[in-house]
C-alpha cells in the first residue's frame, strides 16, 4: 500500500541554522505530497502542497521539491527560526482516492537559541 | 474563516468503558474526518464521512464507531476503552471529497484511560 517515511522522529537545531526535514514515500501511482505542521497545543495546518506543474511550493520561508525519480519531498528553510519549533507531517493523497491523506510519523523540530 | 471544535478536550475513562468524542465545523464543508495521533505514528485514519449520512471505515476503525447526525458534526465512539490507552484525536474536514490535500483540524480531544 501507499506509505510515507520521515526518518527523522527528532530534529535540534540551532537558530540560523538550515533547516531539511526528509519525506520519503512508496506509491504506485503519482500522488500529491504535502507537509502539515503543528505547534505546541494547537491544530496541524497545512504548510505546503505539491503541485502537478513541478513548481517549486513556498510559505513561510519553507520551500519543498517534489523529486519523482527519488519518491521524496524534503522539507528545506534556509534559516531556522525559534518559533520553527514544532511538529512536522509529510503526507500523500492520490487522485483518485479523493481528500484522503496518508500521514509519515511525524518529525519534532527544536530550534535553539 | 471556520473553526473546528472538538469537545471535551480532555476525556479520562475507565477500562471497558465506552466514550465519545464530538466534532463541530462552521465551514460548511461536505467531508469530515477523525484521526488518532500517536508519537511516531503520525495521524492514523480511523473513520472519515464524504458527505452527510455517509460513513467510510479508515485504516484504523475496530474498536471504534461513528456518526454523521448533520452536515456540521461527526462523533466518535470508543466502544471499549483499553487500560492504559493514551492517544489523542483529531477531528479534521475538507471542502469535499475531491479536493486533495487541504484539510482543517481541529486542537484535538486527548483520551486517558485508567
Known amino acids: 500500500g501507499d506509505s510515507v517515511t520521515q526518518t527523522e522522529g527528532l530534529v535540534t537545531l540551532t537558530e540560523g541554522l538550515p533547516v531539511m526535514l526528509n519525506c520519503t514515500y512508496q506509491?504506485?501511482?503519482?500522488?500529491?505530497l504535502f507537509w502539515y505542521v503543528q505547534h505546541l497545543n494547537e491544530a496541524p495546518k497545512l504548510l505546503l502542497k505539491?503541485?502537478?506543474?513541478?513548481k517549486r511550493p513556498e510559505h513561510q520561508g519553507f520551500h519543498a521539491t517534489l523529486h519523482k525519480s527519488s519518491s521524496s519531498f524534503h522539507l528545506q528553510k534556509s534559516s531556522a527560526q525559534l518559533s520553527d519549533s514544532a511538529l512536522y507531517y509529510c503526507?500523500?493523497?492520490?487522485?483518485?482516492?479523493?481528500?484522503?491523506?496518508?500521514f509519515g510519523g511525524g518529525t519534532r523540530l527544536t530550534v535553539r537559541p | 474563516g471556520g473553526i473546528i471544535t472538538q469537545t471535551p478536550k480532555f476525556l479520562i475513562g475507565q477500562e471497558g468503558q465506552k466514550l465519545t468524542l464530538k466534532c463541530q465545523q462552521n465551514?460548511?464543508?461536505?467531508?469530515m474526518y477523525w484521526y488518532r495521533q500517536d508519537s511516531g505514528k503520525g495521524l492514523r485514519l480511523i473513520y472519515y464521512?464524504?458527505?452527510?449520512?455517509?460513513?467510510q471505515k479508515g485504516d484504523l476503525s475496530e474498536g471504534y464507531d461513528a456518526s454523521r447526525e448533520k452536515k456540521s458534526s461527526f462523533s466518535l465512539t470508543v466502544t471499549s476503552a483499553q487500560k492504559n490507552e493514551m492517544a489523542v484525536f483529531l477531528c479534521?474536514?475538507?471542502?469535499?471529497?475531491?479536493?486533495?490535500?487541504?484539510?482543517?483540524f481541529g486542537e484535538g480531544s486527548k483520551l486517558t484511560v485508567l
Open positions: 464521512s464524504i458527505t452527510e449520512n455517509d460513513l
Open positions: 479534521a474536514s475538507s471542502i469535499s471529497w475531491g479536493e486533495a490535500g487541504q484539510l482543517y
Open positions: 506509491s504506485t501511482y503519482s500522488p500529491f
Open positions: 503526507a500523500l493523497s492520490l487522485a483518485h482516492a479523493g481528500a484522503k491523506l496518508t
Open positions: 465551514f460548511n464543508h461536505d467531508t
Open positions: 505539491s503541485f502537478t506543474d513541478n
